[in-house]
């Protein structure tokens, strides 16, 4: 049983039904053979670990953490902050996995410039990881400094770094409006959230955050859908 559950005492928060299942995805659980223990935590996190990454999921993974509303994905989005040497290193371990992962030549040239995600796909099952590489700056740095480290699976337990809530929700927004209000996805993962942990947000934050990121009336709209 795969349960992704947020550390409500060290988050200081309230709402106990949070517990939400969704497919275990290859590329978070431990490698064949266990062969090094800096994997113990899942092939994404561990390797992370081993190489010395900063990282943090988000996308629908992370609002399934926070919500009373799962949803069927094998995708994960993963924010990394890694220089060339690391990633020269985290691409040669992927390929190691028998896992695509987009060239490294392709990756620099191409991805890096117009902020891509790299592509990672265990074809065995499916599984994907969409890695993006996070600004110094901005909501990224924000972000990144803010994540938390909660449990995505049991038996046996997984351990990742995740989007705060409020990071989750402003990312949402980001590509709801960079998609001109087509994608649904995001408003739907949002009000999940909404649902689970509206009074344990920090507003504030938010806010603040919208206004810098000219999406305030976008999340007036958001919320004023979710409260109808």
Request: one cysteine or more.
């Amino acid at each position: 049983m795969h349960v992704c559950s947020l550390l409500w005492k060290v988050c200081k928060c309230n709402y106990s039904g949070l517990n939400q299942y969704f497919p275990r995805n290859a590329l978070f659980l431990p490698p064949e053979g266990g062969r090094n223990s800096a994997f113990r935590d899942g092939k994404m996190g561990g390797l992370s670990s081993y190489l010395q990454i900063t990282y943090a999921i988000g996308g629908s993974v992370a609002a399934m953490c926070y919500s009373v509303a799962p949803r069927l994905t094998q995708d994960v989005d993963v924010m990394v902050d890694l220089d060339l040497a690391q990633l020269k290193l985290l691409v040669a371990e992927v390929e190691r996995w028998e896992s695509y992962v987009d060239p490294l030549e392709s990756i620099v040239q191409d991805l890096l410039p117009m902020r891509m995600p790299i592509n990672i796909l265990d074809g065995r099952i499916g599984a994907r990881a969409d890695v993006y590489v996070v600004k110094h700056d901005g909501l990224d740095a924000s972000a990144m400094q803010r994540r938390r480290r909660l449990k995505l699976y049991t038996r046996p337990d997984i351990y990742a770094w995740v989007l705060a809530p409020e990071d989750v929700i402003l990312y949402k927004l980001l590509f709801f409006a960079a998609s001109r209000g087509v994608s649904q996805k995001h408003v739907r993962d949002i009000h999940g959230i909404l649902r689970a942990i509206e009074h344990d947000l920090d507003t504030n934050y938010l806010n603040a955050w919208t206004r810098s990121l000219n999406l305030y009336e976008v999340w007036q709209q958001v919320l004023m859908e979710y409260r109808r």
